[in-house]
């Protein structure tokens, strides 16, 4: 029986007990113990069938009762195995404390079942009373490793603290390295530091803990190393914001000999990777950003795993797709994700997330359908990464106006309804939803035009952390409610010191809302703490200062902030005062501000060029202003959207060439909207063309007949003769 279990035969060593039973007299506490761990294997490899497993081992367990063997110390600790790998804690621990007489294996049995259902501190507990010679027992070798795991497993889960502001990226675990520490010292104390096995957990304890000097002090000790202490140390240097180290020491344990990687190696030299893809700076290739630096180190580990055959385990498979995606090339992480035999939801999530943070959302959308007609069940990761794109699509509904999805006009906001039903329908099925979830779902809604819903999704959460705010308050600036957006803010900063306290796109989105509602006050305020906190030179916010100042009027202090920037290689401050300027219809500032812009290497963007249009438009300047237009996409690399059409028709409708208006109208690539037709009505109504105002009203009708101003234009327009 301990043979077939050993050999991962659980069936047949269950059935050898029962043949067995059926003889008299062959049944003693020995004979129990296979069969127990029989179950406890089983219930651990094929984890559906835990209830299973469970009533067997219970039934053992009463066996062993009947027959008086549940004293004996290897029944015991084997039913404190069982239990605890059939996910019964209570039932285990009930076991342990009835245990008459207990060693160093039932001790330890009784702690890594703690472990294994993620009770590390009961772990920790367990140790501490076994330290104090309750049972007149010592913690041995496989103690140590135990309660070591426990403390790097409770590491995982703490919240880092930054100990040197000059390097933010080192998170130190502090309780959990204490408890570490104080660990270290009794194994010591009773030499079992020097042993591998407890000497490699050390290392993963302290690089989970964030103590690398310690991890590496304790691993260049070691008289021998296995792939558990290379990939431990790896991990450890990765998790501290040390790529470049962590990559160094993977190739460094490629040439140590009879040192074979396992496929954790390579998923942590992944993680490294992908650690130094936030870093890298992207190139253009094809009309493609990709990190070229990084997917060549990304190519070669995934080379050195398919040397030793780990290309093909869906774990080094996930990681290589995230690492491609993260380096921008999707074509490599398609090309692995399709040579995989077997699909599961992390390989799927991954390769969804690929797709999403490339800007290939339609085709994340369509991976995550796919997925489904699979029968995959998709986790809170993978959901997230959906809810992203759709997100990312519907914010764009807006500039690409034959996008799939029909918008439907409802309180003067305009509502994606294929994407927020998309979102309210991943919604609606989530089982589990965690924060990062409530945060998507809150951006989702939002961008998807719903605030009703994002609002709900924000009010139900038991606490809120910066993103949850920014994302309600950004989405309430997106969806017209700035003045909702500047009270929503009033709240969350009531407590600088909280949790919850503003960041620098907090302070963006209230600026923004404060520049829509021309709230110059409210903006001073705003600036105020913005600068008591030191982040005015935060280029998002000193841009939305400059915007602010520019939007309501006050150009003086708008020039004074524009002149305070140390990076003048910043396109969004140079467009927020041109167009500052354009509304105070300053033509030679806002051409001065334009050819300002070239000689600082700096492309004009659209909003930039709307604010050109504008002042063109107002001056009266059509022949300037049509060049601008027409070289747009040419000169500037920008392409005209609606808004761009929209200042030019009304351009024309002002100098009275309402027929190239109308002209335009027709050849533009985009649907007209009823704003359009409205600036064609409007210009018809100032030049009394009742021929061109005819067929905008007609048009404008259509698309909104309750239009009560189309109706008085047009009404006006009939009064006056022709030409008049």
């Excluded at 140590?256 to 992908?274: D, I, K, N, Q, W």
Aim: aromatic share 8%; proline share 2%.
């Amino acid at each position: 029986m301990l043979g077939c279990v050993e050999n991962g035969d659980e069936e047949l060593a269950l059935e050898l007990f029962d043949r067995m039973q059926m003889q008299e007299g062959l049944l003693n506490a020995r004979t129990l113990v296979p069969a127990l761990m029989a179950c406890a294997s089983l219930a651990v490899t094929h984890k559906w069938r835990k209830e299973a497993c469970l009533e067997r081992g219970a039934a053992l367990h009463s066996l062993a009762v009947q027959l008086g063997f549940v004293s004996d110390v290897y029944v015991g600790s084997t039913l404190v195995d069982m239990y605890a790998s059939c996910g019964r804690l209570d039932r285990a621990r009930e076991v342990f404390e009835k245990m008459r007489q207990r060693d160093a294996v039932s001790w330890t049995t009784m702690i890594q079942g703690c472990i294994d259902n993620e009770e590390g501190e009961m772990a920790l507990q367990l140790f501490r009373r076994m330290s104090s010679c309750e049972d007149g027992v010592l913690p041995d070798g496989s103690t140590y490793v135990a309660v070591l795991t426990a403390c790097a497993g409770l590491a995982a889960r703490e919240v880092g603290f930054q100990c040197s502001y000059e390097d933010p990226g080192k998170l130190v675990k502090l309780q959990s390295l204490q408890k570490g520490m104080e660990i270290h010292r009794q194994a010591l104390k009773s030499g079992y530091s020097s042993d591998f096995f407890v000497a490699s957990s050390l290392v993963v304890m302290y690089a989970k803990c964030g103590s690398m000097a310690d991890a590496r002090a304790i691993f260049d000790r070691l008289p021998h190393y296995d792939a558990v202490c290379w990939t431990a140390l790896i991990l450890g240097y990765a998790e501290s914001d040390e790529a470049e180290l962590a990559l160094e020491l993977f190739w460094c344990m490629q040439r140590e000999l009879g040192c074979l990687p396992s496929s954790r190696t390579f998923v942590t030299a992944l993680v490294a990777c992908t650690g130094l893809a936030a870093k890298d700076q992207a190139q253009q290739i094809d009309g493609k950003l990709v990190k070229v630096s990084c997917l060549d180190k990304g190519m070669a580990i995934h080379c050195e795993a398919a040397t030793f055959g780990w290309d093909c385990d869906v774990f080094v498979a996930s990681s290589l797709v995230d690492v491609y995606g993260k380096c921008g090339s999707v074509l490599d992480a398609r090309l692995t994700f399709d040579r995989m035999p077997r699909h599961d939801t992390v390989l799927w999530t991954a390769m969804i997330q690929a797709c999403g943070e490339n800007g290939e959302d339609e085709a994340a959308v369509e991976l995550f359908h796919c997925m489904a007609t699979r029968g995959l069940l998709p986790n809170a990761r993978t959901s997230v990464a959906v809810l992203s794109s759709i997100a990312s699509l519907a914010a764009r509904k807006e500039e690409d106006c034959r996008g799939a999805a029909q918008a439907l006009q409802v309180d003067r906001k305009i509502v994606g309804m294929d994407y927020l039903e998309r979102v309210m329908s991943i919604h609606s099925r989530c089982r589990d939803v965690d924060f990062i979830m409530e945060n998507t779902l809150i951006d989702a809604y939002s961008k998807c035009g719903s605030v009703m819903d994002a609002r709900k999704v924000f009010d139900r959460m038991e606490s809120h952390d910066v993103v949850s705010w920014n994302a309600l308050i950004l989405g309430l600036v997106d969806n017209g409610e700035a003045e909702l957006a500047t009270e929503l803010f009033a709240r969350m900063t009531q407590n600088e010191s909280s949790p919850a306290a503003a960041d620098t796109r907090t302070f963006a989105a209230v600026l923004t809302a404060c520049s829509s509602l021309a709230a110059l006050e409210t903006g001073k305020l705003v600036h105020a703490r913005v600068c008591r906190l030191g982040v005015e030179c935060e280029p998002y916010v000193s841009n939305c200062l400059v915007g602010l100042y520019s939007r309501c009027g006050s150009i003086s202090d708008a020039e004074e902030l524009f002149g305070s920037i140390s990076d003048r290689k910043n396109a969004v401050a140079w467009s927020a005062l041109l167009a500052g300027y354009s509304s105070q219809g300053t033509c030679e500032k806002v051409f001065s501000l334009l050819e300002g812009m070239r000689k600082e290497g700096l492309q004009a963007d659209g909003v930039a060029l709307l604010g050109v249009l504008s002042v063109c438009s107002h001056a009266g300047l059509v022949e300037k202003g049509k060049d601008y237009f027409a070289a747009m996409l040419p000169k500037y690399g920008a392409v005209p959207e609606l808004k761009h059409y929209h200042c030019m028709i009304d351009m024309l409708g002002r100098a009275n060439l309402v027929s190239e208006a109308v002209a335009m109208v027709e050849a533009m690539p985009y649907r007209a909207t009823a704003m359009t037709w409205t600036i064609v009505l409007a210009a018809c109504h100032k030049w009394n063309n009742h021929a061109a105002g005819n067929a905008a009203f007609q048009a404008l009708v259509k698309l909104e007949p309750e239009n009560a101003s189309a109706y008085l234009m047009m009404a006006n327009i009939y009064t006056q003769p022709p030409g008049s």
